[in-house]
């Protein structure tokens, strides 16, 4: 009887332990994103050479130019809060950087400055020139030869408007070839695209707020 009694017992711990290995494997081939980070990384191909490229993104705490160290530390929020006090109740603010590793260290692309209120945090996505906006040709001396592109999304808080910078690699420069916005107004879904201009935003900060939604061609969707 004892020994029958071990016999279940040792099956039923050894269950366990292969359900416990399976869901760490489970894990690992499907790992957790948590956007809500410090350090947040990326394998995306941004250029179009059929390699995946790391990319980087992390997050600080800011009031005006004042930096406060990772959002993770609420001693940091702490630091922070008070000093907005002393500013009259100034903003406080994330500081988001976007690197992308090349030779053996992460280069900075560049930064996000975003209103806590308005909008969390950014994603990263890989756009493909094939399936972009009509506007873009061989021609266009804004996307360089690289097929595919940058693609920094931001949506808000409390509803599905988003903002998304487009960004290319070109001559040793991160340039904006387009910015998209899809806006919810006057009762219908609104879609813009802007296309005006080649900036070079490389090491360049971006703030993004609601008030980041500005007037473009107007295309309703």
Known sequence: MNKIFFIIITLILLSCCNQQVQNEE??????????????VYYLL????????????????????????GGGE????????WKYADTLFDEETYFLYKVYIYENGDYRKITELIYNIADIAYPILRAGDFSSHHKVFSEM??????????????????????AKCINLSYVEGKWVRVSS?????????????IDTTDCYDYT???????RLYYTNCIEKDK
Request: proline share 1%.
């Open 26 to 39: 489970e894990e690992r081939d499907y790992p957790l994103i948590d956007y809500q980070r410090d350090s």
């Open 45 to 68: 191909d941004v250029r179009g050479d059929s390699e995946k490229e790391k990319l980087l993104v992390t997050r600080e705490v800011m009031v005006q130019d004042s930096i406060f």
């Open 73 to 80: 530390n609420r001693e940091n929020w702490r630091k922070a």
């Open 203 to 209: 090491n360049e900060r971006i703030e993004f707020s």
């Open 140 to 161: 266009n001396l804004c996307r360089g030869y690289d097929t595919q592109y940058l693609k920094i999304v931001s949506i808000d808080n409390d509803d599905l408007n």
């Open 180 to 192: 998209e916005q899809l806006i919810y107004r006057d009762e219908k879904s609104i879609y813009c």
